[in-house]
């Protein structure tokens, strides 16, 4: 049986004491939500905190509350399960509760946090192997070793943002409160908290902890999730485009468009859905009439770089995401409200 | 032999027996046996795909707190292996190690943790060796030294070529030749429950409980590198969390266990991790494979040859029968006046591939089919009819030998055509549905090392109204254990439930060659029955003695034996007899097979028969695949328990489907790429589509109530069946499996630049076949029985 | 040598039977069960989230044994397998899965029937698609899922 290395486990009293304690022990603390992310990654070895820092009890972590400005804020420690559960939330944020839902299996998203979702680590088949795999293949860059096994001229580790949840975030605008130590809090919208580095792909501070997760009022945005993965279930993202659209009255106002599982951090492409602005997204075009999805769909994919180093082919990979993006496009702009509705 | 209507629990869809023990929990598999003062056993593997063991020290694991002993090969240096012709494995390499994953030292230590950091702390000097990772390159002399030396040339593990019949002459008559390559990548089994193995020493005596299919090849293997007679050793097949074939060698971890608690005086437990599953794999070979068919203008196939290389892994295992199946069953579907076969098995610097579900018939069967649909394409002939026109018949010896007796090829075909409305479906854009049947031994006819043994055997026991069958053969979730008791249950008047069991015990069951080859509802069931009769006999005697009546008018049904309850009978039946104890054993009839050289492999007493429809959409931008129906028509002969038979339907086409669309056991520079449940896919709850299950009974003359096998036989078909629907949905032929949507996504954007409409591979190498062995097929009057 | 780290108590009720233990506190609550409390009945196919074989019910719902850390369960209620039957008589799923032959070698089946035990206290009358859905992350390599989705849709009436 695959076991966990010795560690020490500490519940503190509040997220502020978290972040105390998360400054005083440094790098040999992590903080652990739900742990699925965490667990099977120190039982590899990819991982050895001495101290883990629990955040799952913590009541003030699992709020989910509507704000004042009629957007809502979801506590970290909230579980996958519990938004994606969500009729209210469903209703105003269909592509955040859909990439929620389709993390993982259903015993995961039981445990699973959004906090952790946000914060999970970058994958790459060449990391994400047992101590023994990676000690017959040679380290990598990422842990116990220097070099890059899937770029070996790569200076960086190209590692693979993997979360299904910060598309869906980052399209709808969201932002992150972030706690540090002495009751500091900062807000900054998801996207800042990402870094193109498969390494270090968080840009918070290391004694700081997802606090909660804002969104917006929903306003008149219609958004959708699309998940590309091999199985209708367990496996993380190949590739994954989270789109939110709005109109005014017929015509495309914005759309922004956020792509996963293609590079380091989450991408947002959504200049590339330049050409839709100001169209009116009939039966036709939204069918492929005019190629205009296709032509948003071939510019936005082209910061996506696949690697060897996830299933399946990379070029099928970069293919599978141009269709991503038309297929989200299609699926967003079916839960418009209608034009005429509540702006 | 007595008809359905008087038959009281045989095919009736009765609960498992132990169905009730396993949704409780209480059942202990081999990982939940805790013995007092066990100690905890790792293995240390290597971490090289091919090296030379310079040194191993293990001094500083020794000096480890709660380290209990240490062993290297040195301990363990006699070589077995499963098949008498390559016993080339140590349960403990110390000279060479051949894969990522290769044992090299085993730990035994006060608990896991300690033995695993024990296993860290061992330094292994190695000399690195060019590794072997290909088919291709094995086939040419290498770099460093051969994996093996008794073999050769180059990485050539095993050779064969048979001609049966003159195929030159059927080739110059046929009006069509067709030739074809294909592709079947390696996977592996995945159990749900990863071996285990716990051993206890009493008195001298050694006790091993494995998670096995066939303790009587274990036992033989203990005996041969421990030292120890057969009689001082005992293996027990613990209850079973999933086999397929995977666990049917003897293994370093069964042979480590033992010689550590032989040494410790401790009970020593070892339990694989799911990555050290994966090294220890025996699983489906990689096959690459050519096939040329010659055919008349009605589509009669005059001649075929059939080549297959067979990419091995690091050792032996089962792989000379393995290469003898990747050509023996092709015979048994179709008529082929003239067949050849060339065969070659390699040896690459992977872990060692061997049997799994269908063993070596899976590869040339959906070779054979997806070839014989283009073929059929090609004559303008329907695929359907061009199988039809070539159908063996019942009751015929094929070219090779083979003795075919009850066939139901036809009704499958026709049922699962009427079933699926096949021939009436309609056209619409990216839907597809195809065809094919296939064919599996009922257990096969010569057990794995020469030996004149029974190939099962069973004692009854009945006292005190309690019935007891002692069996060899081993559950493994295929219902053995509920095809016996069925069986037993039938023969008593009883119901399945009242019998109880002892299986797959060395020590106390008589002999049984294990649960591998779908051989037990055929010879173990044979053998139960035939136990089950003489028992049934005295029971019967007694009270007709007792009634002053005839037996034939002693019923035994519904638990009475005449006017007697099965408990006062028994009772006077062990007053009158003394120890009501009945024997059953079942060999399988001479001259079932041929006697040339590789006539060994694929003679059975029976054979299944199964025929696949399956329906799909393929997406022609992703290449997704949904499957959305399957249909399989199998001809069981009889079937004993139809909700445990329907299951293996269900849980074969499963596993079809997910070799012909995910399963894979692949490698990138000597490295497994997908070692976890994560990365090696398999279908999930929302992948698998809906399967109709379609039962014929053709009553086999010699099966036990005329049953044959279900365990591995619908897996065959499925295969070649999603690749011919996916031709009939996209246009498209992809000729390798698993067809993963890179890969048709990659045929379509060749076809869109007009280039050839097929993805696989493209040639076949040379390779340094022997000089046929050429057999004169039997006479007209052996080939019709 | 990794430095010892001490156990702690752990507060759980297990099958309805409240346990203080101590534990380490990086030992899995598949540890846990298997090990300290000897509930074996509990299985595991990866230990590392993959194959739902481990599945427990904690406070009703289904989580993976092999991936809770103690402090992640203090407090809280969890059912095994083991726990499911009342006395000698089987649950309704149980019963379902034994008389529609939703199990062959057995191992997935505990963490199975808990799930679908979940489910049904959730949703008393799933579809077809809801049981796939609640029951995606439990791999079966047996049975080909069609006896399972069976099983628990004749548990559904049984418990209707
Ligand atoms: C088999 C399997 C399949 C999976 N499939 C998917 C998938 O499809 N998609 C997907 O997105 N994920 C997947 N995951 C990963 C994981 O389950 C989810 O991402 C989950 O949401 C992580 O949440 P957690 O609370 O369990 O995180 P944890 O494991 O507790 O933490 C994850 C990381 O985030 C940090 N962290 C946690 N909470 C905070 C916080 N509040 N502030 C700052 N840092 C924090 C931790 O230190 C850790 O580094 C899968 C995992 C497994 C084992
Ligand atoms: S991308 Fe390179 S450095 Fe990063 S984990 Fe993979 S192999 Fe290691
Ligand atoms: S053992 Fe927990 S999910 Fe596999
Ligand atoms: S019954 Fe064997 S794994 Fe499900």
């Given amino acids: ?343 | 032999m007595r008809r359905a209507g008087e038959l009281h629990v045989v095919g009736r869809a009765l609960p498992r027996v132990e169905a009730a023990a396993k949704v409780t929990g209480s059942i202990a598999y081999a990982d939940d046996i805790e013995l007092p003062g066990m100690l905890s056993c790792k293995l240390l593997r290597s971490h090289h795909a091919y090296a030379r063991i310079i040194s191993v020290d293990t001094s500083a694991a020794r000096a480890m707190p709660g380290v209990v002993a240490v062993i290297t090969g040195h301990d363990l240096p006699v070589k077995y292996g499963i098949m008498p012709t390559c016993e080339d494995e140590l349960a403990l390499e110390h000279e060479k190690v051949r894969f990522v994953g290769d044992p090299v030292a085993a730990v035994a230590a006060v608990n896991e943790e300690t033995a695993l950091a024990a296993c860290r702390a061992i330094r292994v000097d190695y000399e690195p060796l060019e590794a072997v990772g290909s088919i291709e390159q094995a086939l040419v002399p290498p770099d460093d030294e051969p994996i093996h030396d008794y073999a050769g040339p180059a990485n050539v593990h095993r050779l064969a070529a048979l001609e049966f019949g003159d195929v030159d002459a059927g080739f110059a008559k046929a009006a069509h030749v067709r030739e074809d390559v294909f592709f079947f990548e390696g996977n592996t089994h995945l159990p749900m429950e990863q071996h285990s193995a716990t051993a206890q020493v009493v008195g001298g005596k050694v006790t091993l409980w494995s998670s096995t299919q066939d303790p009587h090849y274990v036992h033989r293997a203990l005996s041969k590198v421990l030292g120890l007679p057969m009689g001082e050793l005992r293996v027990v097949a613990a209850p079973h969390g999933g086999g397929f074939g995977g666990k049917c060698d003897p293994f370093s971890h069964e042979i480590a266990v033992c010689k550590l608690a032989l040494m410790t005086g401790r009970p020593v437990k070892c339990t694989l991790t799911r990555e050290e599953v994966f090294y220890t794999h025996r699983g489906r070979h990689p096959v690459l494979m050519w096939v040329r068919t010659g055919v008349d203008d009605d589509g009669r196939i005059l001649a075929m040859h059939f080549r297959s290389a067979l990419d091995g892994g690091a050792y032996g295992s089962y792989g000379p029968a393995s290469t003898l199946y990747t050509g023996a069953l092709q015979t048994t579907t179709y008529a082929i006046p003239a067949y050849r076969f060339e065969g070659v098995r390699v040896f690459t610097n992977k872990a060692p591939c061997g049997p799994k579900r269908g063993h070596g018939t899976p590869q040339p069967r959906f070779a054979l089919e997806v070839h014989l649909d283009k073929l059929a394409g090609e004559l303008g002939l329907d695929p359907v009819e061009l199988r039809r026109r070539n159908y063996v018949k019942p009751f015929t010896r094929t070219v090779n030998w083979l003795r075919i007796t009850s066939c139901g090829l036809s009704e499958v075909t026709d049922r699962v055509l009427e079933a699926s409305g096949y021939e009436q479906r309609l056209r619409r854009p990216g839907h597809g549905m195809g065809f094919a049947v296939s064919s599996y031994m009922c257990g096969a006819g010569l057990p794995i090392y020469w030996n004149r043994l029974p190939h099962s055997e069973c004692v009854l026991n009945v006292g005190r109204g309690g019935v007891t069958l002692l069996s060899g053969a081993t559950e493994i979730g295929q219902g053995s254990d509920t095809v016996l008791a069925t069986i037993v249950a039938e023969e008593l008047g009883l119901g399945p439930g009242d019998i109880r069991l002892v299986t797959g015990d060395t020590g106390l069951t008589p002999v049984d060659l294990g649960s591998y080859s779908s051989r037990v509802t055929f010879m173990a069931g044979n053998a139960a029955r035939e136990a089950g009769a003489k028992m049934r006999a005295l029971l019967v005697k007694a009270v007709a003695e007792k009634e002053g009546c005839a037996a034939g008018e002693v019923r035994v049904a519904g638990g009475r034996i005449g006017v007697m309850s099965f408990e006062e009978a028994a009772l006077l039946a062990e007053e009158r007899f003394g120890t009501l104890s009945t024997r059953g054993s079942y060999t399988p009839p001479e001259g079932i097979g041929g006697r040339y050289k590789g006539a060994g492999v694929g003679p059975s007493p029976a054979y299944s028969y199964s025929a696949a429809v399956v329906d799909l959409d393929a997406d022609e931008r992703s290449g997704e695949i949904r499957v959305n129906k399957v249909w399989l028509g199998h001809d069981i002969g009889r079937s004993i328990n139809e909700l445990a038979a329907r299951g293996q339907v269900e849980g074969g086409v499963y596993m079809g489907l997910g070799e012909a669309l995910m399963e894979a056991q692949a490698y990138r520079d000597g490295l497994l790429r997908q070692p976890s449940m994560l990365d090696y896919k398999s279908l999930t709850f929302l992948d698998m589509p809906e399967v109709e299950t379609i039962l014929v009974e053709t009553v086999d003359p010699e099966g036990p109530y005329g049953a044959k096998e279900v365990g591995q036989g619908p897996l065959l078909p499925v295969i070649p069946a999603v690749v011919s629907a996916l031709h009939d949905a996209l246009g498209v032929w992809v000729d390798e499996v698993p067809i993963t949507p890179d890969k048709v996504v990659r045929v379509l954007s060749a076809r869109s630049k007009g280039k050839e409409p097929r993805y696989g591979p493209k040639g076949f190498p040379e390779v340094p076949y022997p000089a046929l062995v050429k057999v004169a097929p039997p006479d007209a009057a052996t080939a019709s029985l | 040598m990794p430095r010892p780290i001490g156990r702690e108590l752990l507060r759980v009720q297990v099958n309805g039977e409240e346990r203080e233990l101590l534990v380490r506190p990086y030992a899995t609550l598949l540890e846990v069960l298997r090990e300290e409390l000897r509930l074996s009945g509990t299985k595991h196919g990866c230990e590392l989230g993959e194959c739902g074989a481990c599945t427990v019910l904690v406070d009703g719902l289904p989580q993976l044994s092999c991936l809770l850390l103690p402090a992640q369960v203090e407090g809280a209620a969890i059912t095994t397998i083991e726990g499911l039957a009342d006395g000698a008589a089987l649950h309704a799923v149980q019963r379902a899965f034994v008389e529609r032959g939703g199990l062959q070698c057995g191992y997935c089946t505990p963490g199975m029937v808990l799930a679908a035990k979940a489910l049904l206290d959730a949703n008393p009358t799933p579809t077809r698609q809801e049981i796939k859905e609640a029951l995606a992350g439990n791999l079966c390599r047996c049975t080909g899922y069609a006896s399972i989705l069976d099983a628990v849709e004749e548990a559904a009436r049984l418990l209707s």
């Fill in chain 1, 1 to 343: 049986m695959l076991r966990l290395p010795p560690c020490s486990y500490l519940r503190p009293g509040s997220v502020d004491e978290a972040a105390e304690l998360l400054a005083e022990h440094g790098e040999t603390a992590m903080l652990v939500a739900g742990g699925t992310d965490l667990v099977p990654k120190m039982k590899r070895g990819q991982m050895e905190p001495e101290l883990l820092i629990g955040l799952g009890h913590l009541a003030e972590l699992r709020a989910v509350t509507e704000t004042e400005e009629g957007g809502f804020e979801i506590g970290a420690g909230v579980t996958l399960a519990a938004v994606s559960g969500s009729p209210r939330l469903a209703a105003a944020y269909p592509a955040y509760t859909r990439a929620a839902a389709l993390v993982s299996s259903p015993a995961l998203r039981n445990v699973g946090t959004i906090g952790g979702n946000l914060c999970v680590d970058t994958r790459c088949n060449y990391y994400d192997m047992s101590f023994e795999w990676r000690q017959a293949c040679g380290f990598c860059m990422k842990k116990d070793g220097d070099i890059c096994r899937v770029a070996p001229a790569s200076k960086r580790c190209r590692a693979i943002a993997s979360s299904d949840t910060a598309p869906a975030a980052i399209a709808l605008g969201a932002s992150v409160v972030l706690a540090g130590p002495g009751g500091r809090r900062r807000e900054v919208p998801v996207d800042d908290l990402y870094r193109d580095d498969g390494q270090y792909f968080l840009a918070m501070a290391a004694d700081e902890i997802v606090q909660s997760l804002r969104l917006p009022p929903a306003g008149s945005w219609g958004s959708a999730y699309v998940k590309v993965r091999r199985r209708g279930t367990i496996d993380f993202p190949l590739a994954g485009v989270a789109v939110a659209l709005r109109r005014s009255g017929l015509l495309v106002e914005d759309c922004r468009i956020v792509l996963t599982a293609v590079g380091s951090r989450p991408f947002d492409v959504s200049p590339a859905a330049g050409p839709l602005l100001g169209r009116e997204l009939t039966a036709e075009v939204l069918a492929g009439a005019d190629d205009l999805l296709a032509e948003v769909a071939n510019e936005a994919a082209k910061v996506a770089k696949p690697l060897d180093n996830a299933d399946l082919h990379y070029v099928w990979r970069k293919q599978m995401t141009r269709r991503a993006v038309e297929q989200a496009i299609v699926e967003a702009a079916s839960c418009l409200p209608a034009p005429g509705g509540p702006a």
